[in-house]
């Protein structure tokens, strides 16, 4: 009997079945990852969360990408040079820059891709990365052309892009999913039909050969690659599922190689079992928060966002639910960002008895709670089993807070929850999360920016929160930005629109006999970096 069926039944069976009997070809190396979940799409133009962007990343590469380590180093473009006022960058394209179909990589890819993003038809959710590109905030908002872009092809192998204004931190948007170039042909040939399998033009190190919804995803090596040399890894199966305990089974039967998320109660069980050696908690750069739908009532009080924030027990939930792995935060933007001072919180410094207390008068000020109207609450939050933990213990805490207090939860897989929540679908309370994009304060809080409606899944508004972000755009003085950018998120957070609760670290299993991962901040990992020995 196949191991398979010895260690797993039902939904793990199903869901593992073809990606644990994809046996390799004589000499071929296969590596097998659980990505944690389902993609909602492969369209760069469209991804927001990282269980997609560690598929694309290893399907296409940018101008610039992560090394190893997590450090911002030249990928498609072998170099480029700045202007001395900061505003202009030229980018080389690697001579032998190729598609997977043969065809080279060109200057004019980046100009397409770039194009088509921040194209308002395209609809990007995430096109306001780009926006330090000269005209690309107009274009995206129907108030410029095309032909305003700061983007110019020199010739095939050169790339022109002029910024709005000096942007310390444009190299490192230009690795993120909105500056990964598509490829034309395929797109013009195929629509919105060009990620699927055999459609799917990629100029990374691997392509996609298969994706079977909710079971597996694979991809091949790219003979085509720049450096494909280098590559040691054949064949990548990606497992979509966000059933922790069915994937930490997998990863003890040998079914999978890497383990993105595991149940975070466990790890110290799981080190005991399978050594320090195999299991990962690395800081990163990454906030963990409830949000409160700031359309509807109660939630459009500050006195009811404000008490059932500070009813949260932070200390329990990164102590005890995520077994340490997390740290407690009252912020959204991480402790850590050189050069920025994180905003002081008033309750922070509470004991947290007297925030409970403290929150219980909150409640009777607004109507709510012992002696006044019931408050319903229902939590939102993405199928996974840390998150279910947590929203359990919310419940509780909030449940206390008043004996007319009801708390429901209702869960969603995690391409279902973000789609809702994108799509400005309403709620009471959302559970949400955010890892840096590019290590600056403003990855985060333009979360918050009104205009933002993809991600301020809140629908929070503040005219004078929307005017700093904006003084920080065009402040060139980097100690006066991050100045700007802290009363910012002091003057979000002092009406609790969300519930920061925690700074996590990310989690993953990995197979001793798996080469080349190295934990970072950015928490990425390609494929292309990975090797197996035996």
Known sequence: MHPLFKTLTGAALTGALFASLAFPALGETVIRRGNGGEPQTLDQAQI??????FIQRDLNEGLMVYDVDGKVVPGTAESHTVSDDGKVYTFKIRQNAKWSDGSPVTAGDFVFSITRLLDPATAAGYANILYPIKGAEAFNKKTGQAEGLGLKAVDDKTLEITLERPTPYFLQLLVHYTAIPVNQASIQKHGKEFTKPGNMVTNGAYMLTEYVANDHITAVKNPNYWDAANVKIDKVIYNPSEDQAATERMFEAGELDIVYNFQADQREFLT???????????????????????????????????????????????????????LPSFTLVPDGMEGYTLPKVDIADMDQLDREDAAKALLKEAGYGEGGKPLNIDIRYNTNENHKKVAIAVADMWKALGSNINVTTQNLDVKAHYAYLQEGGSFDVARAGWSADYADPENFLNLMISSNTAFNYGHWENAKFDELMKASYDEQDPAKRMKLLSDAEAMMLAEYPIAPMMNYASLWLINKKVKGFNQNLVNEHLTKYLSIQE
């Open 48 to 53: 927001s969360i990282d269980i997609e962007g």
């Open 272 to 326: 005991k079992k399978h050594g320090a050696d195999q299991v990962f908690a690395a800081p990163a750069t990454s906030t963990y928060y409830y949000v409160f739908d700031n359309r509807k009532e109660p939630f459009n009080d500050v006195r009811i966002r404000k008490a059932l924030s500070m009813a949260l027990d932070r200390e329990f939930l990164a102590g005890k639910i995520y077994g340490g792995a997390q």
